[in-house]
């Protein structure tokens, strides 16, 4: 079946300090990837995707490269800042039939400290 | 428009009663989706409209579980006979413009179900 593991959390981390959280997958077909943010009290965001290999997301600082002989889709930030401070989940979805529904991973949480 | 709304945002109900949360999604998106999210867990796919059509089901949607999207527009979910398992929030998106290659799903911001 199709899967998702991220790294565990919590990750506390000090404001500027480099952000890496490692996300594998497995999947049957050639899924594409995303990052959804959650911050605190607020409904999950699409950060970034990838739709094939090699592909790099990006935004907001963030980037993230679908690798496919490692079946990973890590997330990195080169300098975080308070305000980054969220749940972040890893995803795949295989389109099938028009359905484009979404595997997440577990979460990891993020905390960035002044 | 200003995203998808759920309703209600909090629900308490004592166990075995019955509980229909309402998504209403972005309005010209015909696909809608729920999820079911647990503490410590990334959301899980429960069911999927295009339009009103409920074209897939998961494994977790139990019997007592039944999802609606009349007119392809809003959406509800019951629940009949609550069970304290079913402790969880429970989170709509909306997808749409048929032809895209890729169609962003958009989250609302959930109802947080407690059964008691």
């Known amino acids: 079946g199709n899967s998702v593991t991220q790294m565990e959390g919590p990750v506390t981390l000090s404001e500027e300090a480099f952000l890496t959280i490692n996300c594998t997958y497995t999947a049957t077909g050639y899924p594409s990837l995303f990052w959804y943010v959650q911050y605190p009290g607020e409904g999950l965001q699409l950060l970034l995707k990838?739709?094939?290999?090699?592909d790099k997301g990006s935004n907001k600082g963030f980037e993230a490269t679908y690798r496919k002989e490692t079946t990973s889709f890590h997330l990195e930030k080169g300098s975080v800042q308070v305000s980054d401070s969220a749940v972040y989940f890893c995803?795949?979805?295989?389109?099938?039939?028009?359905?484009?529904?979404?595997?997440f991973g577990k979460g990891t949480k993020l905390t960035v400290n002044p | 428009d200003t995203g998808v709304s759920q309703n209600p945002r909090h629900k308490i109900t004592k166990r075995g009663q019955n509980v229909t949360f309402r998504c209403d999604p972005i309005s010209e998106h015909n696909r809608l989706y729920w999820y079911r999210q647990t503490l410590g867990q990334g959301p899980e796919f429960l069911t999927y409209?295009?339009?009103?059509?409920?074209?897939?089901k998961s494994r977790l949607l139990s019997d007592r579980f039944s999802a609606e999207r009349p007119k392809g527009s809003f959406s509800t979910l019951e629940i009949q006979r609550t069970e304290q398992g079913d402790s969880a929030m429970y989170l709509c998106a909306s997808s749409g413009l048929a032809g895209d290659l890729y169609n962003e799903q958009f989250f609302g911001p959930g109802t947080r179900l407690t059964v008691l």
């Open positions: 990838a739709t094939k290999a090699d």
């Open positions: 409209f295009q339009n009103e059509a409920q074209l897939e």
């Open positions: 995803a795949l979805n295989i389109p099938q039939g028009g359905s484009e529904k979404l595997v």
